[in-house]
């Protein structure tokens, strides 16, 4: 079955960096785009970042263009979102998520937290 687990999360200060995975499996994951969406307490979820199936094109949420970085190992089966020079409001749980199919798949989440 499809499995996504994220890991990277946890408190940095302002400024700094994180970077975020995402194992997949049970899926073509080559074949399919990735996403990573994060959502704030008693916000949306909101799209963060996603990157095409061969990696070649990216897009970013306005709020964190030229802060974070979307990138994939296909022979590996990851995907990762570097996150650099992180604010407060980055603050959120991040999930890894694929569209396969008729189907979203959504990972457990992991926490980040930004705060001094």
């Known amino acids: 079955q499809v499995q996504l687990v994220e890991s990277g999360g946890g408190l940095v200060q302002p400024g700094g960096s994180l970077r975020l995975s995402c194992a997949a499996s049970?899926?073509?994951?080559?074949?399919?785009?990735m996403n990573w969406y994060r959502q704030a307490p008693g916000k949306e979820r909101e799209l963060v970042a996603g990157i095409t199936s061969g990696g070649g094109r990216t897009n970013y949420a306005d709020s964190v263009k030229g802060r974070f970085t979307i990138s994939r190992d296909n022979a590996k089966y990851t995907v990762c979102l570097q996150m650099n020079s992180l604010k407060p409001e980055d603050t959120a749980m991040y999930y890894c998520?694929?569209?396969?199919?008729?189907?979203?798949?959504w990972g457990q989440g992991t926490q980040v937290t930004v705060s001094s």
């Open positions: 049970g899926f073509a994951f080559s074949s399919y785009a």
């Open positions: 998520e694929a569209n396969i199919g008729y189907r979203t798949f």
